[in-house]
């Protein structure tokens, strides 16, 4: 378990700020892929939040048995606290179901992780994402320092903002500012939005700055979250 801190920084003027839209369903060929990645977001009381993050360090591998977990954060700094984050990979949709379908059914599941979690959790968000065709999937490290940045797109997809994107994030890793775990795009949820997670402490804040001056021709905003000192009793990658 890593936590995480974030804050939101404006990078062009009102004017050139793009429209947000948000989709229920795949709008492109990338729904008939394989493999995609879901963002998971779970916004805790706050008075629970300890009580969380100890049910999930025991009981974590009931649902990593299911399907692999890329990573589990906790938001340490910016924006709304007492929050979790965590990306799940599935094979395809018919994938995801047969897991949501085993779930449902896993007594132990239930009743030791689903059902005490609920009571301790205001809300859930979820966003399903691909990685780009340019980038790899790197295993984040168990330990050090994340950001997660979210970049809000002019609407087009990334078929207008893709080269850009692609330009101002190899540039700045080559130069050595943090090493990438992963760059996203979203195809559910709020649509014409890159992700890249990246580690590297106070030099991933160097490629999220970089990145975005770069992309000032093609993205609206720019959202971080820096992961800060880890939990050493939880792993931000359990072994599925």
């Given at each position: 378990m890593l936590p995480l801190r974030s804050g939101l920084t404006r990078?062009?003027?009102?004017?050139?700020?793009?429209?947000?839209?948000?989709?229920?369903?795949?709008?492109?060929?990338?729904?008939?892929?394989?493999?995609f990645y879901e963002f998971r977001t779970d916004y805790l009381k706050p008075s629970k939040m300890n009580e969380f993050l100890e049910n999930v360090k025991k009981n974590i591998h009931l649902r990593t048995a299911r399907s692999e977990l890329v990573g589990y954060w906790s938001v340490e700094f910016g924006g709304r606290l007492n929050k979790v984050f965590h990306i799940w990979k599935y094979d395809n949709f018919a994938h995801r179901i047969e897991v949501q379908k085993a779930l449902a059914k896993d007594k132990e599941w239930q009743e030791q992780f689903l059902i005490p979690n609920l009571a301790l959790i205001d809300k859930q968000e979820s966003e399903i994402t691909y990685l780009v065709p340019w980038c790899k999937l790197e295993k984040p490290p168990k330990e050090g320092v994340y950001e997660l940045a979210t970049f809000q797109m002019k609407p087009g997809g990334p078929a207008l903002w893709g080269d850009p994107f692609k330009r101002a994030v190899h540039t700045h890793i080559n130069q050595g500012y943090a090493k990438l775990?992963?760059?996203?795009?979203?195809?559910?949820?709020?649509?014409?939005?890159?992700?890249?997670?990246?580690?590297?402490?106070?030099?991933?804040?160097?490629?999220?700055?970089?990145?975005?001056?770069?992309?000032?021709?093609?993205?609206?905003?720019?959202?971080?979250e820096l992961h800060l000192q880890p939990t050493p009793q939880l792993t931000a990658t359990p072994d599925p």
């Open positions: 990078i062009l003027s009102p004017r050139m700020l793009a429209t947000q839209v948000c989709s229920s369903f795949a709008t492109g060929p990338r729904q008939y892929d394989g493999t775990v992963g760059v996203f795009h979203a195809e559910y949820g709020m649509l014409n939005r890159g992700t890249v997670v990246s580690s590297g402490g106070s030099q991933a804040r160097g490629l999220i700055g970089a990145v975005a001056a770069s992309l000032h021709q093609s993205h609206s905003n720019a959202r971080s």
